[in-house]
């Protein structure tokens, strides 16, 4: 072996496509052609003064001083595979992968992280490919060998590796040049999230789990908080997306409060519709019957009944549908099967180690990549190699564990640590300690990191608990500053957290996000329940979102609508955990009914129409909410609302009458007027338009009486949509006139939108399909740009019409089917007035196209995500 390569180094990764299965196949043919395949690769690599420095089976690792001797050593190898004669049962395919960076050398071998790049760009390659790294595509484009060209594959992001890459292929004329998309995370569907540091070890439990998970519909990961049952999971789904082809999928239940709501978040996360009138498991079971994917239920432990009846039923109903769950205690069901995870691999604390030899346990390998990452400067040495042994030993291998003990190298040596350790762990390395709980341990670990902080930063972490799915800075300013801390602090002190690896810090289209691990969120919160605090966050807590709900309430109405749309939603776990907060004191009834009151607009819009009604159920009934104030009127006219979008017209009205009667009790004109215009909207789904216009004219006579401009858009837009179902069109269109001109006077780009839709469909009736279609797509277009589900619906519904009206039946169908599956989805209801009308429709679009024609199409329709129904529509 010549001398290895120092410095900066470009690694060359080869591999025989489907060796297992050749060398099962045809063992004789494949000795002699793996001897010939060998001594090639040997021959290319030493003649462009390469170093090979390991080989695996039928797999070389080389390394090269120079890019384009890497790359020269590549070409030629694939050029004398192609050109050799293989036996026609054993044509040897070899994949490639190069990457340039800087790696440690040590025993003849390579560490770090372009080892770790350069591996899982080889897995992502065909057999016959050679891929290049950015990196490495940037040394070798101006001295490209004769003949050569790199192809631009684009950005991928390739299993375990936190930053993205770009990929080129390497083209020349005597070489394959078509291939699949290669294998990486970017081709295959799936939402695992991009991981931000790599993978350490865990060779045989990976391999043990997709075993398990070959011969069990259900996997469930057991151990304890922090053992890295998570990233374990992640790996896996990442290592075996080509065998799900419908894709790996993971379920975050940590912030799911509610166990009921497991169900729907699974939904959510798989774009399964909810159908009006059957349970939500029952959908999820229809949908997935013959679906062959991977569903990920993480942290199962606080929905565990929730979980396992679940997933009793999905592995009862969906045999090609595999389930990977992880939970600190297995879900206890028919069909299961659970696996430990294991502890890192450990030293020995009362053996002698040398940093080298330090180097192949998997627990002091991530110590040492955190410990990097957190001081760059951090090295092992043979002096303090003891105390770094000690120290992995001491926290049994449990990841997380030595995460935050590897994140505290910033503020002070190994040597401190490991004397730290032996002060708060005295428990964890007596006798004793093998029968405390597997939990104990990790409560031990982070009291021991509790206790290093100091009093203000032990105070927000605490007080930080209230929050659920993350927070803001200015919300943790407002909810965590108070007794022994000022507003000002908040920022340093959540930084020192940050740095501690104790709260996670995000950034989403430039707005930074914090959250805490729930291991360590669940920590905090029994340290605030205990410190007395907790009433004191709570209350601020409620207060903070009340105030963020009732303030949104206001802007949904103006031109910064979209941007707080957005906002509640990224809010919604914590808006549900201010609603818990208030239902769980008769005192806070009336805070609950108007935090529930300020959500309607929001749940209606984004199709939270279930969640939302359940939510109005709980604050209505709730003892000490009795009292006929502005909050309970509130709360019974967004009831309603979503009641009466469901078509549930006898609790709507029900709710409105109270409404009003507790509105005009109390003098509120303007509420007066937004009950009767509810009153109004219920007559008119219902087909009593004569009704509903003495509502609306009752209505719009107060709003312009108090000068409520929002208000009067409405009712004249209400007016207008009767005038319409009565044949009046030029009536019709001056009330959408004259109520688009107040609404984009208002900057109400979802009423502007509203207002589009109606007169386009004034123009539609006055066969002008020319200004329909241009109204149609601007009302679309802006609903989509504010995440209006409800309208989006209601507009491809309107594009299918315009579609039947144009002779367009087959591309009328697919919308019909989208606009229903999307209608599920949000839990929405075609309103009773006009479903006679789209009966009608659907059955003229079926007799112009035939039953099985109209099926195909609708079912196509049906398939279809939001973003591609609205695209569907704007083509047409």
């Known amino acids: 072996m010549s001398e290895l390569p120092i410095g900066t180094v470009t690694f060359l990764f080869t591999d025989i496509e489907g060796s297992t299965r050749l060398w099962e196949e045809h063992p004789e043919t494949m000795r002699l052609a793996l001897a010939r395949h060998d001594a090639l690769l040997r021959e290319a690599i030493k003649k462009a003064r390469g170093s090979i420095f390991k080989t695996l089976g039928d797999a070389f690792c080389a390394a090269f001083h120079t890019a384009p001797d890497a790359l020269s050593a590549a070409l030629t190898i694939q050029r004398a595979l192609v050109a050799a004669h293989w036996s026609e049962q054993l044509p040897l395919k070899v994949r490639m992968a190069l990457h340039t960076g800087e790696a440690e050398s040590r025993d003849n071998d390579y560490f770090g992280q372009p080892l770790n790049r350069v591996a899982r760009l080889l897995s992502a390659a065909h057999g016959d490919q050679v891929l290049l790294s950015q990196t490495t595509h940037e040394l070798v484009e101006e001295q490209l060998p004769e003949g050569v060209s790199l192809r631009d594959l684009g950005s991928h992001q390739l299993k375990d590796l936190a930053r993205p890459e770009q990929v080129y292929q390497l083209q020349h004329p005597e070489l394959p040049d078509h291939f699949p998309p290669i294998k990486s995370l970017s081709t295959h569907p799936n939402n695992l999230p991009q991981q931000l540091t790599s993978f350490i070890g865990r060779e045989k439990e990976l391999a043990d789990i997709k075993t398990h998970l070959h011969h069990s519909p259900l996997l469930t990961l057991t151990g304890s908080g922090g053992c890295g049952k998570t990233r374990l999971s992640l790996q896996v789904a990442a290592d075996s997306l080509e065998q799900y082809p419908e894709g790996a999928w993971l379920v975050e239940l940590a912030s799911v409060s509610d166990p009921a709501l497991v169900p729907q978040t699974l939904a959510e996360v798989l774009g399964v519709r909810e159908v009006p009138g059957e349970a939500i498991t029952r959908t999820l ?34 045999p090609h549908l595999r389930i990977l769950a992880s939970s600190r205690e297995a879900l206890g069901i028919t069909g299961e099967s659970t696996y430990r995870v294991p502890s890192l691999s450990l030293p020995q604390p009362s053996k002698a180690y040398t940093a080298e030899s330090l180097s192949h346990f998997e627990a002091v390998r991530l110590f040492i990549e955190r410990a990097v990452a957190a001081k760059e400067d951090f090295t092992v040495t043979n ?177 910064e609508q979209g941007s707080w749309y957005e906002r509640l939603e990224r809010e919604h776990d914590n808006l549900r955990v201010a609603l818990e907060f208030c239902l769980a004191d008769p005192n806070t009834a009336a805070a609950g009914q108007a935090l529930a009151g300020a ?212 591309q009328a169908a697919v919308l019909w089917g989208a606009a229903q599956t999307l209608r599920d989805e949000i839990g929405s209801a075609v309103p009773t007035s006009i479903q006679k009308g789209h009966s009608y429709h659907l059955a003229e679009t079926r007799e112009a196209l035939g039953d099985e024609a109209f099926e195909a199409a609708y079912a196509q329709g049906r398939a279809l995500t939001w973003e591609q129904a609205i695209a569907r529509a704007m083509e047409n």
């Open 599 to 810: 959500l309607g607009k929001f749940w209606l819009v984004r199709g939270h129409l279930t969640e939302g009604r359940e939510w109005y159920d709980r604050v209505l009934e709730q003892p000490g909410g009795e009292a006929r104030t502005r909050a309970r009127a509130d709360a019974l006219h967004g009831a309603a609302t979503l009641a009466g979008t469901q078509n549930d017209y006898g609790v709507a009205e029900r709710y409105n009458q109270q409404s009003l009667e507790i509105r005009r009790e109390l003098g509120d004109k303007k509420g007066t007027g937004g009950s009767l215009n509810n009153l109004g909207n219920a007559a008119f789904f219902q087909g009593d338009h004569d009704i509903a216009r003495a509502f609306h004219e009752e209505s719009l006579a107060i709003k312009r009486e108090i000068g409520d401009q929002s208000g009067i858009s409405i009712s004249l837009n209400n007016l207008g949509n009767i005038a319409h179902q009565q044949g009046d069109f030029a009536a019709a269109k001056l009330f959408h006139e004259e109520s688009l001109t107040i609404k984009q006077t208002l900057g109400d780009r979802n009423g502007i939108a509203s207002s589009l839709l109606n007169l386009a469909n004034v123009a539609m009736r006055q066969n002008d399909n020319a200004t329909a279609r241009l109204y149609y797509q601007q009302s679309l277009r802006t609903r989509s740009e504010i995440g209006d589900k409800n309208g989006m619906v209601i507009c491809l519904d309107s594009f299918a019409n315009l579609c039947l009206s144009e002779s367009k039946p087959h």
């Open 285 to 318: 079971s229809r949908t997935l019957k013959d679906k062959q994917l991977l569903l990920m239920l993480d942290n199962c432990e606080h929905v565990l009944e929730t979980a396992a009846r679940l997933t009793h039923t999905l592995i009862k109903t969906c």
């Open 383 to 559: 002096q303090n190699a003891p105390a770094l042994a000690s120290v992995c030993y001491r926290l049994d291998g449990i990841p997380l564990a030595i995460e935050l003990a590897a994140a505290r190298v910033r503020a002070m040596p190994i040597e401190q640590i490991e004397e730290r350790l032996d002060n708060r762990f005295r428990l964890l390395t007596g006798g004793s300690r093998t029968a405390l709980p597997r939990q104990q341990t990790l409560r031990a670990l982070i009291d021991w990191s509790y206790d290093l902080l100091e009093k203000s930063q032990q105070v927000l972490l605490c007080r930080l608990a209230v929050f659920a799915g993350g927070w803001t800075l200015q919300a943790a300013e407002a909810v965590c500053s108070g007794e022994k801390i000022e507003v000002w602090e908040i920022l340093d002190l959540l930084t020192l957290l940050v740095d501690k690896s104790l709260v996670t810090y995000e950034e989403h289209a430039g707005n930074a996000r914090y959250r805490l691990l729930e291991t360590v969120r669940q920590y905090a919160r029994d340290r605030l329940l205990d410190s007395g605090m907790g009433e004191a966050a709570r209350d601020q807590h409620r207060d903070y979102f009340l105030s963020l709900a009732e303030e949104a309430f206001q802007k949904l109405a103006g031109p």
